[in-house]
């Protein structure tokens, strides 16, 4: 008996997508709130997410209930103590769903309640809580990559390299963009969402992009920079297309890939 191949890319994905359209058009549920809970796994770098009923949507962030997942599957607790607790600490409109539902940031607790490793909010929230006098204004630059789901770069000739740098940068044209109806969606999402999306554009690396988040006031910038990636990696599952933040993937070879920038400015700062 033949076994069955691990995967097969041949087959469309995303599947059935008008059967989708088709239930994802039905109105939004008046009252009842969809909270998607989305947090940082114990890679560090990836995120997960699942998603609860309430019966009306919080005021507060303070007024969403703590929930809990099976953190030895995320790489954040032993088999014997898996019990790991998301604590909402930031909600955004979604945009996927509409009506009263919402993507909710979480931060990442053990069985004993404690922060896990990578929960670097915690301890930077506690830094930036001790300065608020001080407006700390951030701005973020995020590059990233697209790819198809066999990892190889979203418009590159299968066997071999597209041609030299110099006409993908903020161009246009099918022959030097790829990927653009993702970025457009994007953009319109992260707006939906309350985000402080600045702009984007293509960049030098053909499939790459950038999108620039802010001004954002001190531990905001953290959230939606995480969101603004949750995001992302939302639409481009919905058009079968993976995303990755690798700032030199090897596939890339000698062509410049990633950076990513800060921008501080402080209340002080800008009135020495």
């Known amino acids: 008996m033949n076994k069955m191949p691990m995967s097969n890319f041949h087959v469309r994905l995303p599947l059935a997508r008008t059967v989708v359209d088709q239930f994802m058009g039905l109105k939004p549920h008046p009252t009842k709130c969809l909270a998607t809970y989305i947090w940082i796994d114990g890679t560090g770098e990836y995120l997960r997410s699942k998603t609860r009923t309430l019966n009306e949507a919080p005021k507060d962030i303070s007024q969403y209930p703590i929930w809990n997942y099976d953190g030895s599957s995320t790489g954040q607790a032993e088999g014997r103590d898996s019990d790991t607790h998301l604590k909402p600490v930031a909600q955004y409109p979604d945009p996927f769903l509409g009506g009263q539902s919402r993507l909710v940031l979480c931060e990442t607790y053990n ?161 020495l």
């Not at 670097?120 to 590059?143: A, D, P, T």
């Not at 299968?158 to 041609?163: Q, Y």
């Not at 999402?189 to 802010?214: D, K, M, R, S």
Request: hydrophobic share 35%.
């Open 111 to 271: 069985h004993k309640m404690e922060p896990t490793k990578t929960n670097h909010r915690f301890k930077c929230n506690q830094i930036m809580s001790k300065h608020l006098k001080e407006k700390i204004w951030l701005g973020m630059e995020q590059e990233y990559l697209l790819l198809d789901r066999d990892q190889y770069p979203l418009g590159w000739p299968k066997h071999g390299f597209p041609e030299p740098q110099g006409k993908y940068y903020c161009s246009v044209g099918a022959d030097r963009v790829f990927g653009r109806e993702i970025i457009d969606v994007h953009y319109l999402a992260c707006l939906h969402a309350g985000l402080q999306l600045f702009g984007t554009n293509a960049e030098v690396t053909p499939g790459q992009w950038e999108f620039q988040l802010g001004t954002c006031e001190g531990i905001s910038m953290g959230d939606q920079l995480w969101m603004a990636r949750y995001l992302l990696y939302r639409i481009a599952e919905q058009y079968g297309v993976c995303v990755t933040l690798d700032p030199k993937p090897q596939i890339t070879s000698a062509y410049n890939c990633f950076s990513r920038s800060l921008h501080f400015h402080s209340f002080y700062l800008i009135n």
